[in-house]
């Protein structure tokens, strides 16, 4: 089977940033540009999680699934200091990341004409996308796979004690991470650490007004709790529907677990997609 067109795309962010993003669309190149010149062409942006990348096989996987299940194109990119992208790899910075997915939106609209129908996230990509919706509220669904809501959980568990106590004397510690293009150093600082502990994603989940939200989560996440999906479907007072899947793990990897999401996500960001046609926003 042929692999689906896909065509490199740059952006900046609000910092100047070059972003760096990869298009998959499963039209021929002339209906394309024929729908983009009308403004009538649908997108999804897909959103990475933490110390990952556009090319994640999750990603990677979901931008076919669109592509020749839905025929609806995606756009997946790297976020500031990951992968492609330029900027410093920086803790927390969710606030910061939705704010990428605006730049890549108004990208996306302004620049490609495209329409973007709905914003999908992985782990802290998910929690992105609510903080985004949370904001601007301005898509017609997101889709919210394995986010955390308790943003003060997981910490300990991630840097560790010795980490935590180096950087309450020193303010700020050099870390080794692993990235999709291997191994690299970056600085743990106090007030990155603060940036995420501040995130308040009660108040934002609850702000929601307008946005449809689909939540997915394995139920064998070792990840990210299954309850923090729950305390989401809870906080949540705009269109919501929760997926528990059965012995899914964080990436959805194992079993068929990546089918039974395909079969949860497609179906409700296509009615999403369609409701939009029908009533394409001013």
Known sequence: ???????????????????????????????????????TAPVVILAHGYMSSRNSELLV??????????????????????????????????????????????????????????????????????????????????????ARYELQQGVLQRLGPAVLQQLEETGQVEMSGRSTKGPFSWQLRKEDLQDRLDTDMAAACSSIARTAVLTVHGSADADVPVQDAHKIAAAIKAPHELVILDG???????????????????????????????????
Not at 22 to 38: G, N, S, V
Not at 76 to 94: H, K
């Open 248 to 282: 899914a793990d964080h990436c959805f990897t194992s079993g068929a677990a990546l089918y039974e999401l395909a079969a949860a996500v497609l179906p409700f960001v296509s009615k999403h997609a369609s409701s939009l046609k029908a009533s394409p926003q001013e």
């Open 61 to 146: 996987r979901l931008a076919t699934a669109f592509g020749r299940s839905c025929k609806l194109a995606s756009f997946r990119f790297d976020f500031s200091g990951n992968c492609d992208s330029e900027g410093e790899f920086r803790y927390g910075q969710y606030r910061s990341e939705a704010q990428e997915l605006r730049c890549a939106k108004l990208h996306l609209e302004q620049q490609l004409r495209r329409q973007v129908v709905c914003m999908l996230g992985h782990s802290k990509g998910a929690t992105d996308v609510l903080l985004y919706a949370a904001q601007w509220d301005d898509v017609p669904c997101v889709v919210n796979l394995a």
């Open 1 to 39: 089977m042929r692999a689906l067109p896909e065509q490199q795309i740059e952006f900046l962010n609000h910092r100047g940033e070059k972003l760096v993003g990869t298009l998959t669309d499963p039209e021929a190149p002339h209906q394309a540009a024929a729908a983009a010149a009308a403004g």
